[in-house]
Protein backbone atom coordinates (compact mmCIF):
# COMPACT_ATOMS: atom_id res chain seq x y z
CA UNK A 1 0.00 0.00 0.00
CA UNK A 2 1.71 3.50 -1.05
CA UNK A 3 1.61 5.69 1.31
CA UNK A 4 2.91 9.18 1.51
CA UNK A 5 2.27 10.89 4.94
CA UNK A 6 3.04 14.58 5.58
CA UNK A 7 3.41 16.19 9.21
CA UNK A 8 5.14 19.29 11.00
CA UNK A 9 2.42 21.61 9.32
CA UNK A 10 1.22 24.66 12.09
CA UNK A 11 0.82 28.00 12.68
CA UNK A 12 4.36 30.14 12.37
CA UNK A 13 4.68 33.89 12.94
CA UNK A 14 6.29 35.69 9.92
CA UNK A 15 10.23 35.24 10.16
CA UNK A 16 9.75 32.02 12.04
CA UNK A 17 10.74 28.29 11.06
CA UNK A 18 9.12 24.87 10.30
CA UNK A 19 10.38 21.60 9.44
CA UNK A 20 7.83 19.59 7.43
CA UNK A 21 8.42 16.09 6.72
CA UNK A 22 7.08 13.56 4.30
CA UNK A 23 7.51 9.26 4.99
CA UNK A 24 6.73 7.54 1.79
CA UNK A 25 6.38 4.07 1.54
CA UNK A 26 5.11 1.12 -0.64
CA UNK A 27 7.15 1.64 -3.32
CA UNK A 28 10.66 1.95 -3.98
CA UNK A 29 10.88 5.52 -3.43
CA UNK A 30 14.83 5.57 -2.92
CA UNK A 31 14.58 5.16 -6.77
CA UNK A 32 12.11 8.16 -7.06
CA UNK A 33 12.28 12.42 -7.36
CA UNK A 34 10.66 13.22 -4.60
CA UNK A 35 8.51 17.07 -4.63
CA UNK A 36 7.07 19.78 -2.42
CA UNK A 37 3.82 21.04 -3.38
CA UNK A 38 1.54 23.84 -2.25
CA UNK A 39 -2.06 25.37 -2.29
CA UNK A 40 -3.57 28.07 -1.20
CA UNK A 41 -7.36 28.81 -1.06
CA UNK A 42 -8.71 29.92 -4.17
CA UNK A 43 -5.35 29.11 -5.86
CA UNK A 44 -4.08 26.25 -7.94
CA UNK A 45 -1.15 23.86 -6.25
CA UNK A 46 2.10 25.49 -7.18
CA UNK A 47 5.43 23.74 -6.84
CA UNK A 48 8.54 24.40 -4.24
CA UNK A 49 10.85 21.93 -4.62
CA UNK A 50 12.12 18.73 -5.97
CA UNK A 51 15.36 16.46 -5.29
CA UNK A 52 16.64 13.65 -7.22
CA UNK A 53 16.38 10.05 -5.86
CA UNK A 54 19.80 10.57 -4.63
CA UNK A 55 19.52 14.11 -3.33
CA UNK A 56 22.18 15.01 -5.03
CA UNK A 57 20.22 17.96 -7.25
CA UNK A 58 17.73 20.03 -5.85
CA UNK A 59 15.46 22.49 -7.62
CA UNK A 60 13.75 25.27 -5.92
CA UNK A 61 10.88 27.58 -7.13
CA UNK A 62 12.08 31.30 -7.05
CA UNK A 63 9.97 32.04 -4.26
CA UNK A 64 11.44 29.78 -1.88
CA UNK A 65 15.17 30.00 -3.01
CA UNK A 66 17.36 30.88 -0.42
CA UNK A 67 14.79 30.22 2.41
CA UNK A 68 13.94 26.49 2.38
CA UNK A 69 15.96 23.31 1.90
CA UNK A 70 14.93 20.21 0.95
CA UNK A 71 16.52 16.97 1.75
CA UNK A 72 15.81 13.29 2.16
CA UNK A 73 17.10 10.18 3.72
CA UNK A 74 16.65 6.86 1.53
CA UNK A 75 15.73 4.40 4.68
CA UNK A 76 15.31 0.68 4.10
CA UNK A 77 11.82 0.48 3.69
CA UNK A 78 10.91 4.17 3.67
CA UNK A 79 11.73 6.93 2.74
CA UNK A 80 11.57 10.73 4.64
CA UNK A 81 11.87 13.53 2.75
CA UNK A 82 12.07 17.14 5.02
CA UNK A 83 11.31 20.55 4.23
CA UNK A 84 12.96 23.29 6.16
CA UNK A 85 11.46 26.06 5.45
CA UNK A 86 12.50 29.53 7.31
CA UNK A 87 12.36 33.20 7.14
CA UNK A 88 8.21 32.56 6.72
CA UNK A 89 6.24 35.25 4.85
CA UNK A 90 2.17 35.18 5.05
CA UNK A 91 2.35 34.42 1.25
CA UNK A 92 3.80 30.85 2.37
CA UNK A 93 0.92 29.91 4.18
CA UNK A 94 -1.16 27.00 1.47
CA UNK A 95 -1.74 23.16 2.26
CA UNK A 96 2.11 21.68 1.86
CA UNK A 97 1.64 17.99 0.13
CA UNK A 98 4.78 15.79 -0.37
CA UNK A 99 4.33 14.10 -3.65
CA UNK A 100 6.48 11.67 -5.84
CA UNK A 101 7.39 10.74 -9.60
CA UNK A 102 10.10 7.58 -10.50
CA UNK A 103 11.03 10.19 -13.76
CA UNK A 104 9.19 13.95 -13.92
CA UNK A 105 11.10 16.84 -11.33
CA UNK A 106 9.02 19.44 -12.73
CA UNK A 107 6.79 21.98 -11.70
CA UNK A 108 3.37 20.76 -13.09
CA UNK A 109 1.82 18.74 -10.45
CA UNK A 110 -0.50 16.50 -12.50
CA UNK A 111 2.89 15.09 -13.76
CA UNK A 112 3.56 13.53 -9.90
CA UNK A 113 1.97 10.09 -9.82
CA UNK A 114 1.83 9.61 -5.53
CA UNK A 115 0.74 12.09 -3.17
CA UNK A 116 0.24 12.86 0.43
CA UNK A 117 -2.78 14.13 1.82
CA UNK A 118 -1.29 17.70 2.60
CA UNK A 119 0.04 19.41 5.58
CA UNK A 120 -1.36 23.18 6.33
CA UNK A 121 0.68 25.80 7.21
CA UNK A 122 -0.29 29.39 8.08
CA UNK A 123 2.19 32.31 8.57
CA UNK A 124 -0.42 34.96 9.90
CA UNK A 125 -0.14 38.39 8.58
Known amino acids: QVQLVESGGGLVQAGGSLRLSCAAS????????MGWFRQAPGKEREFVVA??????????ADSVKGRFTISRNNAKNTVYVYLQMNSLKPEDTAVYYC????????????????WGQGTQVTVPS
Open 99 to 114: AADPYYNGVHWREYDY
Open 26 to 33: GRTFSNYI
Open 51 to 60: ISWSGGSTYY
